[in-house]
């Protein structure tokens, strides 16, 4: 398909289990749209019966099926729905996702909530997408960041791995990212990663730089990860030559104004990974469209 890629037999072993969330999202989204009930559903027959189908009118990279299938399941479990592709299928316009059966007020009272789940999570997956085969042939990794859409974080960080990137800190607790306020309330970089280390063993530390004199100073404190933040291109290769010669234990980071246009020469720079907060916050939902067809009564 045409600017995501060729099929990724591999993705699936990568993209790590489920949210353990789903159902609490899916039961938060529900009772944020049904409130005290579908009142346009009661016009419908109680025992009608009806089939669906879900179209993308746009190529995509398809995430979210987990969620779709707790909404039905939740909303009435006689709803069978059936998958025609996997979690990270590149998927051209105008496929049909799936096919769902059942009660038909409970395919029109689940519709918008399935959708809404489908098109967000398909939307980062495929933003995704693209900046991964941007960078391909690089050995550099694409990141995602914590600009993600309250109480959606681990379905967006997951969406990021159905596209091929790879998931930054999940919160403020399982990573130390030093910024320029710690470094000012720590005295340096130095007291910084040193207090880290004291307080937070064993917790991996980032520490974001803004010049090539910050970084020699923060790749002398030996830190796991440093961000470069807003380097030009030959400061980036400039750090990426010093830690070489340091002994590379250091991974470097590029962060700042990315784009499509420019991913792939910030990569080809030698830097090790690169974070995109577009990939969750400049979310395009991509377009789904579902077909529904009352069945004749039994």
Request: hydrophobic share 45%; glycine share 10%; net charge negative.
């Amino acid at each position: 398909m045409h600017g995501l890629g060729h099929a990724w037999p591999a993705l699936l072993k990568t993209l790590g289990p489920l949210p353990p969330d789903i159902e609490a999202q899916v039961a938060g989204a529900l009772a944020e749209d049904l409130g005290s009930g579908d009142v346009t559903a009661r016009l419908i027959e109680v025992g009608a019966l009806a089939s669906a189908t879900v179209l993308t009118r746009e190529a995509l990279v398809l995430c979210g099926t987990a969620w779709v299938d707790a909404t039905f399941r939740q909303v009435d479990p006689r709803v069978a729905v059936n998958w025609h592709a996997r979690e990270g299928d590149a998927i051209a316009a105008g496929t049909v996702l799936c096919d769902i059966d059942g009660p038909a007020r409970a395919l029109l009272t689940g519709e918008r909530c399935a959708l809404n789940f489908l098109q967000t999570l398909s939307g980062t997956a495929t933003l995704t997408r693209r900046y991964v085969d941007a960078v391909a042939g690089t050995a550099c990794h694409i990141l995602d960041t914590r600009k993600t859409i309250p109480g959606l974080r681990l379905a967006q960080k997951y969406a990021v791995r159905c596209g091929g990137g790879r998931n930054h800190r999940m919160g403020l607790h399982d990573m130390v990212l030093i910024k320029e306020n710690h470094i000012i309330a720590a005295g340096s970089v130095a007291a910084a990663i040193a207090r880290a280390r004291a307080v937070s063993p064993g917790i991996p530390i980032e520490v974001e730089v803004e010049t090539l004199d910050e970084f020699r100073t923060a790749l002398a404190a030996g830190p796991d990860i440093v961000m470069l933040d807003e380097f030009p291109a030959d400061d980036m290769r400039a750090a990426v030559t010093m830690n070489r010669a340091a002994g590379g234990a250091v991974r470097i980071e590029a962060s700042g104004s990315l784009d499509l246009d420019t991913v792939r020469s910030v990569a080809a720079t030698g830097v090790d990974y690169i974070s995109v907060g577009a990939l969750t916050k400049h979310l395009h939902a991509v377009d789904l469209s579902m077909r529904f067809r009352l069945l004749p009564a039994p």
